[in-house]
């Protein structure tokens, strides 16, 4: 079957490094996202990773995956508040033609 | 650059109204979605489309309708509300199956 699952929560103190995780179900993934929604906002893509690629390093932001555990996380360094927001993983599939599955998404809060 | 536009971003229905979301793209994208979001669940897929004129259904249908007459328009009707579709309604778009999907601003619905 088809899921993305994420846990809801996850509070980090300002300057600290954010690890979100998510877990897929779906082995015929091709890509696989991770989403950014401000309050109020759309979705934007934070960054994406290839199937086949073990690591993405984007500035602040490192994407990691294991296709063996099906595991994706994404790593924040030095978390800012800006970075306040829900994070959506998301998966598209090529066994079912262009559909997108996300995420419940991860509320991440920052303390100062 | 509008990009994914819909319209409206508000709307109040009383249960049994009819109304249309309308989405419109100006990048030229073959393929469009229309999400919902509800707390705590993430993004559902409702319908999609892979080009001018194909609809299909995604992960939750009933109740709602598609068209895409034209290429960048991809309208979302619901023929009698009910309180259960009171809802975020977000559109999106991308070129090519796999690729980064651009999302529109949300339509938040209550339908009362």
């Known amino acids: 079957g088809e899921d993305v699952e994420q846990s809801l929560f996850l509070s980090v103190r300002e300057g600290d490094s954010s690890v979100i995780n998510c877990t897929y179900t779906?082995?015929?993934?091709?890509?696989l996202y991770w989403y950014k929604q401000e309050p109020g906002a759309g979705l934007q893509l934070l960054t994406y990773?290839?199937?086949?690629?073990d690591m993405k390093q984007d500035q602040r932001l490192t994407v990691l995956l294991n296709k063996k555990d099906k595991h994706l996380s994404l790593r924040i360094a030095d978390t800012q508040t800006g970075d306040s927001a829900i994070y959506f993983c998301a998966e598209s599939l090529t066994s079912s033609a262009s559909k997108i599955i996300f995420g419940s998404g991860t509320r991440l809060s920052i303390r100062p | 650059n509008a990009g994914v536009t819909q319209t409206p971003k508000f709307r109040v229905l009383k249960t049994g109204q009819s109304m249309t979301l309308l989405c419109a793209q100006d990048?030229?994208?073959?393929?469009m979605y229309w999400y919902r979001q509800d707390p705590g669940m993430g993004l559902r897929l409702i319908h999609y489309s892979v080009g001018e004129g194909t609809t299909a259904k995604g992960e939750v249908p009933d109740g709602y309708n598609v068209s895409r007459l034209k290429k960048q328009n991809f309208l979302l009707g619901l023929e009698s509300a009910a309180p259960s579709q009171t809802s975020v309604y977000f559109c999106?778009?991308?070129?090519?199956?796999?690729?980064?999907?651009?999302f529109g601003q949300g339509t938040r619905l209550t339908v009362v």
């Open positions: 990048m030229n994208h073959e393929y």
């Open positions: 990773i290839f199937s086949n690629m």
């Open positions: 999106a778009s991308s070129y090519r199956a796999g690729t980064e999907a651009f």
């Open positions: 779906d082995s015929s993934s091709t890509y």
